[in-house]
């Protein structure tokens, strides 16, 4: 390597991680990226999930950016269990970056230390992936106290699981593999949360 303007060669030794959504192999396909230069970042390639599909980071995620900003803020703000339901089923088009921005922006524009589930839906992108009325207006998943029970919180789970999963493959059969259950016991539940 030359110093701009030098021509004295320098030895140096470096690794080069870089990050894209992008699919480069078809890229190089279309020639909208030098072939060179893919072969000479591909050396390891490790593939991450888009986070919708790891459904297990989301909560310990949102609960980290919260402690960060939190801290950074001086704030003591925290997710209502609902809010935390919300986290779940909404999709993340915008994968981790857009979860830790909102989480800042939650925190900042909450008026309250508890931010509930409307500051939530008010604040993200794509509320398609949110049905309102499902959510907010229904009663099931709240006691007589007004808080969600253990068992409720895990059903609202379990049926969003059971509906990714049926979108996400082509036949039942196919979605109860990827459960690990029995295709009988995915036609039950599939009908037992109106899926």
Same mark, same amino acid.
């Given at each position: 390597?030359?110093?701009? !303007?030098?021509?004295?060669?320098?030895?140096?030794?470096?690794?080069?991680?870089?990050?894209?959504?992008?699919?480069?192999?078809?890229?190089?396909?279309?020639?909208?990226? +030098?072939?060179?230069?893919? #072969?000479?970042? *591909?050396?390891?390639?490790?593939?991450? /999930? /888009?986070?919708?599909?790891?459904? &297990?980071?989301?909560?310990?995620?949102?609960?980290?950016?919260?402690?960060?900003?939190?801290?950074?803020?001086?704030?003591?703000?925290?997710?209502? $269990?609902?809010? %935390? &339901? %919300?986290?779940?089923?909404?999709?993340? /088009? !915008?994968?981790? +970056?857009?979860?830790?921005?909102?989480?800042?922006?939650?925190?900042?524009?909450?008026?309250?230390?508890?931010?509930?589930?409307?500051?939530?839906?008010?604040?993200?992108?794509?509320?398609?992936?949110? *049905?309102?009325?499902?959510?907010?207006? +229904?009663? $099931? $998943?709240?006691? *007589?106290?007004?808080? /969600?029970? @253990?068992?409720?919180?895990?059903?609202?789970?379990?049926?969003? =699981?059971?509906?990714?999963?049926?979108?996400?493959? +082509?036949?039942?059969?196919?979605? $109860?593999?990827?459960?690990?259950?029995?295709?009988?016991? @995915?036609?039950?539940?599939?009908?037992? #949360?109106? =899926?």
């Amino acid at each position: 390597m030359y110093r701009i !303007g030098g021509n004295k060669v320098i030895n140096f030794n470096c690794r080069i991680i870089a990050a894209t959504n992008a699919d480069l192999a078809e890229l190089v396909k279309q020639k909208k990226f +030098r072939i060179d230069l893919y #072969y000479r970042l *591909n050396v390891i390639n490790i593939s991450i /999930p /888009p986070l919708k599909y790891r459904k &297990e980071d989301i909560i310990p995620l949102a609960m980290e950016f919260l402690n960060q900003f939190n801290e950074e803020y001086g704030t003591i703000k925290y997710f209502a $269990s609902k809010t %935390l &339901e %919300l986290f779940l089923i909404y999709d993340w /088009p !915008g994968n981790i +970056r857009e979860m830790k921005n909102l989480v800042e922006r939650l925190i900042v524009i909450s008026d309250k230390n508890c931010i509930e589930p409307e500051v939530f839906y008010e604040q993200v992108l794509d509320k398609s992936k949110i *049905n309102y009325d499902s959510f907010f207006i +229904r009663g $099931s $998943s709240i006691d *007589n106290e007004g808080k /969600p029970t @253990l068992k409720q919180k895990l059903e609202s789970y379990e049926a969003h =699981i059971i509906k990714e999963s049926i979108d996400k493959f +082509r036949t039942l059969k196919e979605a $109860s593999d990827y459960l690990d259950i029995d295709i009988s016991t @995915l036609v039950r539940k599939k009908k037992k #949360y109106n =899926i």
